[in-house]
């Protein structure tokens, strides 16, 4: 589709959007006062595929994850990155991960079909899940993935007992509550011993987890796994995690003489929503977390297991914007000005879910200056179906493009089909290239499970 593509000759004028570097997707461009991503034109997107329209910068998401990679493995040798399926999935993104050199990280049997759909090794997926049922379970066991992060004793004995039936041994880890609240929002924060995930480290069940697993002749103990949550930019809490989990190897060497090959840290790092949000870049991320790794497990005596991550948010987050067309706007004096776009919480739930906030232009007017506050309304059937709350944006005319932001991560893979509303689609843009990856839901998908 290369007559979207804008001429790489002139020059981009970044003049206003330049203002929102920290939220753009990297190949993000203005030029005669149109929005080009990886130098394809927003609005003809919008056109060609209709909205509410999801794009994806590949370019960006590749950039991300092999510097996760790249980051890691300089400073620790031995270190896995697992992208969190969760935040956005499908085919592509997974043939992209195992393309860069990742793992992946699924949570659902939905996660692991499409992951292997899209071929890509089991041998390096990592499965999630706070109550996987039998099906998953075996599944997962069946396709011979890399690791089962176990949650729970139920979950360890029925592993071991699915794994005996199939005739393997299967490799796991147990999910650790570290005892740390990370400084982010509570639907959000997950390592506190008041959590549905886990086993507690105060309360015991974490060791007794481990002597379990010790004992059961078809699982392979391979380490621990610890997730403080999600959109996190302070390091301390990882850090302080990480102390508490390699002093908490060395007492399970000590007392249980067991040796920890794997320590999988989860994901967590925060990314700018906003213009003025300053999260901490993956290289600094790395540098603080290997340092951390190896000064705890110096003063413990360890040796260094293997490192694993599993960052979702900060992968695809700002490589995804959303496209909307703007088709009624209600200025209520004094009040507010509402302007209707045609999606909302459908294909965008986390304003409702977290008072999420965004960063949005005007894609056919890019260059003109932001200087209206508006409140961008779904066209859902609730109150609380906004997507951007008194937010900068050019003066709307019903028809414009709406570009929101950083809505690459947890909004695809929360949508839902309120009001029988059908999901979006999704396109890849790279170097002047648009591929479609999810096409747009039809009224016969929404009928094809409708069976009465
Ligand atoms: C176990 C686990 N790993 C990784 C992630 C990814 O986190 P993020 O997208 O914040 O990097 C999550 C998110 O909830 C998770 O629950």
């Known amino acids: ?45 919008a056109s060609e595929y209709g909205t509410a329209l999801y794009v994806y910068d590949e370019e960006h998401i590749r950039t991300q994850l092999s510097s996760y990679i790249k980051e890691l493995r300089s400073r620790l040798g031995n270190a896995d990155v697992a992208y969190a399926g969760k935040a956005f999935t499908c085919k592509a993104m997974a043939r992209l991960v195992a393309e860069e050199g990742g793992w992946l990280d699924v949570s659902s049997g939905g996660e692991l079909a499409i992951a292997l759909a899209a071929g890509f090794p089991a041998q390096h997926v990592v499965v999630h ?13 069946k396709a011979g993935v890399g690791r089962i992060v176990v949650d729970c004793h139920e979950e360890l004995e029925r592993t071991d007992a699915i794994a005996a039936k199939i005739g393997v041994s299967q490799p796991v880890l147990l999910r650790v509550k570290p005892g740390v609240v990370a400084d982010t929002h509570e639907f959000i924060r997950t390592g506190a011993e008041d959590s549905k995930f886990g086993f507690g480290l105060a309360d015991g069940s974490a060791t007794a987890a481990v002597k379990q697993a010790m004992k059961l002749s078809n699982v392979q103990l391979k ?98 914007v959303t496209l909307y067309t703007i088709g009624a706007i209600k200025e209520l004096r004094d009040i507010r000005t509402y302007v209707a776009i045609d ?16 960063e949005s232009v ?10 209206t506050i508006v409140t961008l309304a779904g066209k859902h059937c609730e109150s609380g179906d906004v997507v951007a709350i008194d937010a900068s944006l050019q003066r709307p005319q019903v028809g414009d493009i709406v570009c929101m932001f950083a809505t690459g991560a947890y909004c695809q893979s929360m949508a839902n089909n309120y009001n029988r509303q059908v999901r979006p689609g ?7 290239k648009v591929r479609e990856v999810i096409r747009r839901e039809s009224y016969e998908d929404l009928l094809a499970t409708d069976v009465g």
Do not use: W
């Open 223 to 320: 380490g621990l796994h610890v997730h403080i949550g999600s959109q996190i930019f302070a390091l301390d809490s990882f850090v302080e995690t990480i102390f508490v989990m390699t002093a908490y190897l060395a007492e399970l060497r000590d007392n249980l003489g067991f040796m920890a090959e794997d320590l999988d840290l989860g994901g967590g790092l925060g990314i700018a929503y906003l213009a003025a949000d300053a999260p901490t870049p993956i290289v600094a991320f790395a540098q603080t977390i290997s340092d951390a790794i190896i000064k705890s497990c110096e003063q413990n005596s360890l040796t260094v297991p293997r490192i694993i991550v599993e960052p979702g948010r900060s992968i695809v987050a700002n490589a995804g």
């Open 129 to 141: 899940g706070n109550n996987k049922t039998v099906r998953e379970l075996t599944e997962a066991i």
């Open 1 to 45: 589709m290369a007559h979207l593509a804008h001429d790489p000759n002139k020059q981009p004028d970044n003049l206003r959007t330049m203002q929102l570097a920290s939220v753009l997707p990297m190949t993000a461009s203005v030029v005669d006062g149109s929005l080009y991503i990886a130098g394809v034109n927003a609005s003809m997107l």
């Open 362 to 371: 005007i894609a056919n007017r890019a260059n003109e200056p932001r200087d």
């Open 426 to 432: 999704v396109v890849f843009v790279r170097d002047g």
């Open 343 to 358: 999606g909302g919480m459908t294909d965008n739930i986390r304003t409702a879910l977290y008072d999420a906030s965004y």
